[in-house]
């Protein structure tokens, strides 16, 4: 397993040199992320957008036009997210289809609790389901939806709290293990980092339980830097918000003090400002960020926006 195919924050941004991310010096927002919907049925003490507005969605209509922008723009993949709940959007499958149809591909992140909402996406290329230590994922829908979707590349991302549940965890590997899931990702509480175990920490728990982890990836969030005045990975993958466009999914605890939600402070405009920005390349200003786990990305995005001579000599 190449842990890089799998996860962005806090990597070094290896796909970037697999995907050229510019089209005539402009960067081109390969991968967007969309939240159709602020509405959940869960209130899980971890959650990161737990003080969002969750009377807020998307219409079918702003989410149609939003897919037909980034087509145009040259989107190739798009992450349907949360927010809340993302299978409590009703047209999530219709949007989800229609994406297919520009061409585009789709990734979920879904808790699990509804996953017999999902329908047959050939655009699916992979899901990813939720969990915690205090809640058990619904093992048994999700079975039923392997097979509905058997050529998607499944798998877990559980946040790992101060109180770990090693038989939780457990349970989640085994699962994997059985079902042939590309991953188990275990994730530090981002809301409560101080008093959460270090991931060298949760290794040796898992270790001690005799069980076999070569699926799992240890995604300790401990270490940050500060935002960056050019955040151009705001170009590269903006989310699309029920509120508004936004530079990245960590917008909700990016500045401190203002966690659990995504701020005004934050926001790059409206949902019809998405043409605007992307075609005059208005890259968030990142400087008002305390903690960034993109700086990788930005860096070296701004390296490749950098005019150099005698390329071919590399």
């Given at each position: 397993?190449?842990?890089?195919?799998?996860?962005?924050?806090?990597?070094?941004?290896?796909?970037l040199l697999h995907k050229n991310p510019l089209?005539?010096?402009?960067?081109?927002?390969?991968?967007?992320?969309?939240?159709?919907?602020?509405?959940?049925?869960?209130?899980?003490?971890?959650?990161?957008?737990?003080?969002?507005?969750?009377?807020?969605?998307?219409?079918?209509?702003?989410?149609?036009?939003?897919?037909?922008?980034?087509?145009?723009?040259?989107?190739?993949?798009?992450?349907?997210?949360?927010?809340?709940?993302?299978?409590?959007?009703?047209?999530?499958?219709?949007?989800m289809r229609y994406a297919t149809k520009k061409?585009?591909?789709?990734?979920?992140?879904?808790?699990?609790?509804?996953?017999?909402?999902?329908?047959?996406q050939e655009g699916l290329v992979w899901c990813?389901?939720?969990?915690?230590?205090?809640?058990?994922?619904?093992?048994?829908?999700?079975?039923?939806?392997?097979?509905?979707?058997?050529?998607?590349?499944?798998?877990?991302?559980?946040?790992?709290?101060?109180?770990?549940?090693?038989?939780?965890?457990?349970?989640?590997?085994?699962?994997?293990?059985?079902?042939?899931?590309?991953?188990?990702?275990?994730?530090?509480?981002?809301?409560?980092?101080?008093?959460?175990?270090?991931?060298?920490?949760?290794?040796?728990?898992?270790?001690?339980?005799?069980?076999?982890?070569?699926?799992?990836?240890?995604?300790?969030?401990?270490?940050?830097?500060?935002?960056?005045?050019?955040?151009?990975?705001?170009?590269?993958?903006?989310?699309?918000?029920?509120?508004?466009?936004?530079?990245?999914?960590?917008?909700?605890?990016?500045?401190?003090?203002?966690?659990?939600?995504?701020?005004?402070?934050?926001?790059?405009?409206?949902?019809?400002?998405?043409?605007?920005?992307?075609?005059?390349?208005?890259?968030?200003?990142?400087?008002?960020?305390?903690?960034?786990?993109?700086?990788?990305?930005?860096?070296?995005?701004?390296?490749?926006?950098?005019?150099?001579?005698?390329?071919?000599?590399?």
């Open positions: 397993m190449n842990k890089s195919s799998f996860t962005s924050a806090s990597q070094y941004p290896i796909k089209r005539e010096g402009r960067i081109v927002p390969i991968h967007a992320q969309v939240i159709p919907t602020n509405v959940c049925n869960l209130n899980c003490s971890f959650c990161s957008y737990s003080d969002r507005d969750k009377s807020k969605s998307l219409s079918l209509e702003q989410v149609r036009w939003a897919i037909d922008t980034l087509s145009q723009r040259g989107t190739e993949s798009i992450t349907w997210t949360g927010g809340g709940e993302t299978l409590l959007y009703p047209h999530l499958n219709e949007v061409g585009i591909k789709s990734g979920l992140v879904t808790n699990g609790t509804v996953i017999d909402r999902l329908e047959h990813r389901v939720s969990s915690s230590d205090d809640r058990i994922p619904n093992f048994s829908g999700i079975e039923q939806a392997l097979q509905v979707n058997p050529q998607t590349d499944w798998a877990f991302s559980h946040v790992v709290t101060r109180n770990p549940s090693y038989q939780t965890i457990t349970d989640l590997i085994e699962f994997a293990n059985e079902h042939d899931f590309s991953h188990v990702r275990l994730v530090s509480d981002l809301c409560d980092l101080d008093n959460v175990p270090s991931m060298g920490e949760i290794r040796c728990g898992v270790k001690n339980k005799g069980i076999d982890d070569r699926l799992v990836i240890y995604q300790g969030r401990k270490d940050s830097t500060k935002g960056t005045k050019d955040c151009y990975i705001s170009l590269l993958k903006p989310v699309i918000d029920p509120t508004g466009i936004f530079p990245c999914c960590g917008t909700n605890y990016a500045i401190k003090g203002m966690e659990r939600r995504p701020v005004e402070q934050m926001k790059m405009g409206e949902i019809e400002d998405l043409p605007r920005i992307l075609d005059n390349q208005k890259q968030f200003d990142g400087s008002v960020c305390d903690v960034c786990y993109y700086s990788g990305y930005n860096e070296l995005l701004a390296k490749l926006k950098e005019d150099v001579e005698h390329k071919e000599f590399v």
